[in-house]
């Protein structure tokens, strides 16, 4: 997997234990048939719409940790049917008319739970999944020169992976699409959230090739072109390989973005896509609009986004007086 | 229940079954024990994410369609102790190191699952539950006078529920707080959607008394007093009546509104609300500080927001010759 993976990550991701797959130090524990023995210690965030529960806990007979992820599973079409017959148990809640409410209690087997034991689990894990306080930042053209802007240039942000796959160095397999102008030119590529299945799961990353362009905060009249013929061409080039048409493709940028190299989103409009939000997201085109109205306008704008507690950036607005 | 329930009705609201009970024609059906006798017709929609799916068919015996709505319920806190003991098994999918990965299946009446049974249901039913394809419409200024002006006054949307708020002749003791002047004032009260237990699922709703200004498409430099005095006493109330800080509230206008008289969204940061995704939210700040940039920044600016297939407005497009 490229390291870019480890980049994008969002606040919804950490409500997806399945994504975690990669191994740290400890012996293997063997497999369990049940719960039995479980002791919980605290619930440490939960999520009423995916319906996920992270959960802190041990096993008897041992001090160490236990994190258990659990997640309820999607209904799947083609066992709907299997669901949906007498051994599937009903119990009325209300009857309105023609509305009748109940809780239904299919097979177990049939109503399975993704479900992932830590074990042992560190003090790492246990805040991993811990909920954190979200905040909203309002930054200032000021505070960017003042916090944001020697916080990026702090921290140790490698961009070697982006560099490599512009450089085809890595990942050049996965190239839908490349102009290779220096000013104006970007690569394609899948995200590493798409498994490139399902066309109305697609999101797909437009990187550019003229380096230096941090963020939205950094952009200008001078790119328009570029900014121009990511939107067109990129959207030319999806439309053609998936046959998704140009008004069902979302185009947009983050910010804060995730790394600090210019790069451009592209999602299905029928994905619910993590990272769309007001605060996070900006439309391609509404960015354009903005710069051929004023060019500083981004340069000049109060950003606002969202910034958990333990967020180094959030740290730094915090110390600075901000929060 | 108040009018505006049904005004509210975002994208999102389709997929969440438990919200309908309103009384139509139709003899009420007898309680039933299990699904015996379902017929499968067409699975009509699903969401992954939220773990639902509408199925259209029929039981056997009766040429009548039935719906069935389904949706996961999430992990209760109060009962998690008890999932997470012998009665619960589990079959191992893998195990990497500390992780592993299970199927677990806890005891039926633990993982219910929330079932509407709508029967017999009419097309109607079928039509609402049904995948519809979305597309993104771009609204230039000149396609606003053109196109989607004329639908508005053509509809006959009323307003009258939203003018007895602002009269006191409903709701009145659903106010949380108002402010009288009639250029500047507004009144603040519970969105439907927000059954005001959790404050961290906060959903609050400012409606100004001024009339005639149908959208943000309306608000120009003259407006500046108004928003900001719904951003500032809006937010205060809040803080004051649930303990929210400032910087835990997103504020943000929608376009299309559900409903043409001027109105604003306050949220919980921590509340995954429905509705505030880029090509529907706007940031109050950022439509301050836009128009404050240029007084006729959203007259003149090409809008970008998601339609069905099948709404009424993006019909007049496809009428229009632009999708």
Redesign the interface.
């Given at each position: 997997m490229a390291d870019h993976s480890e980049k994008h990550v969002t606040e919804d991701d950490k409500a997806t234990p399945?994504k975690?797959?990669k191994?740290?130090?400890?012996?293997?524990?063997e497999?369990?048939?049940?719960?039995?023995?479980?002791k919980?210690i605290k619930?440490l965030n939960?999520?009423?719409?995916?319906?996920?529960?992270f959960?802190h806990?041990s096993f008897e007979g041992s001090d160490d940790d236990a994190v258990?992820l659990?997640e309820?599973?999607?209904?799947d079409?083609q066992s709907?049917?299997a669901?949906?017959?007498?051994?599937?148990?009903?119990?009325?809640v209300m009857?309105?008319?023609?509305?009748?409410?109940?809780?239904?209690?299919?097979?177990?087997?049939l109503?399975?739970?993704?479900?992932?034991?830590?074990?042992?689990?560190t003090d790492r894990h246990i805040m991993k999944y811990s909920a954190q306080?979200?905040?909203?930042?309002?930054e200032t053209a000021e505070e960017y020169q003042e916090i944001t802007l020697p916080f990026i240039e702090s921290q140790p942000f490698s961009l070697q992976w982006v560099y490599n796959i512009l450089d085809k160095k890595a990942e050049s397999d996965r190239i839908i699409f490349e102009d290779e102008d220096t000013d104006t030119g970007f690569i394609l590529l899948p995200d590493m959230k798409w498994d490139e299945k399902l066309t109305e799961n697609l999101y797909i990353i437009g990187i550019c090739h003229k380096r230096g362009i941090r963020s939205l905060r950094d952009l200008g009249r001078e790119h328009l072109p570029l900014l121009n013929n990511i939107a067109k061409k990129g959207k030319e080039a999806i439309c053609t390989k998936y046959g998704v048409?140009e008004?069902?493709?979302?185009v947009?940028l983050h910010y804060q973005p995730s790394y600090y190299h210019l790069h451009v989103h592209f999602t299905h409009?029928?994905f619910?896509a993590p990272g769309?939000?007001?605060?996070k997201?900006?439309?391609l085109?509404?960015v354009m609009?903005n710069i051929e109205?004023?060019s500083d306008?981004y340069p000049k704008?109060?950003f606002?986004f969202?910034a958990k507690e333990k967020d180094p950036l959030y740290l730094k607005y915090k110390a600075a007086g901000k929060?």
């Amino acid at each position: 997997m490229a390291d870019h993976s480890e980049k994008h990550v969002t606040e919804d991701d950490k409500a997806t234990p399945a994504k975690m797959r990669k191994l740290e130090s400890g012996d293997a524990a063997e497999a369990r048939d049940n719960f039995a023995g479980f002791k919980l210690i605290k619930v440490l965030n939960e999520n009423t719409r995916n319906k996920c529960i992270f959960v802190h806990g041990s096993f008897e007979g041992s001090d160490d940790d236990a994190v258990v992820l659990m997640e309820k599973t999607p209904f799947d079409k083609q066992s709907i049917s299997a669901m949906l017959t007498s051994t599937t148990d009903l119990k009325q809640v209300m009857q309105n008319d023609i509305y009748g409410v109940y809780t239904s209690s299919p097979p177990p087997d049939l109503n399975g739970i993704n479900t992932t034991i830590i074990y042992p689990a560190t003090d790492r894990h246990i805040m991993k999944y811990s909920a954190q306080q979200i905040y909203l930042i309002n930054e200032t053209a000021e505070e960017y020169q003042e916090i944001t802007l020697p916080f990026i240039e702090s921290q140790p942000f490698s961009l070697q992976w982006v560099y490599n796959i512009l450089d085809k160095k890595a990942e050049s397999d996965r190239i839908i699409f490349e102009d290779e102008d220096t000013d104006t030119g970007f690569i394609l590529l899948p995200d590493m959230k798409w498994d490139e299945k399902l066309t109305e799961n697609l999101y797909i990353i437009g990187i550019c090739h003229k380096r230096g362009i941090r963020s939205l905060r950094d952009l200008g009249r001078e790119h328009l072109p570029l900014l121009n013929n990511i939107a067109k061409k990129g959207k030319e080039a999806i439309c053609t390989k998936y046959g998704v048409k140009e008004n069902q493709l979302r185009v947009y940028l983050h910010y804060q973005p995730s790394y600090y190299h210019l790069h451009v989103h592209f999602t299905h409009v029928n994905f619910d896509a993590p990272g769309m939000n007001i605060g996070k997201a900006h439309l391609l085109l509404d960015v354009m609009e903005n710069i051929e109205m004023q060019s500083d306008y981004y340069p000049k704008k109060t950003f606002t986004f969202t910034a958990k507690e333990k967020d180094p950036l959030y740290l730094k607005y915090k110390a600075a007086g901000k929060m």
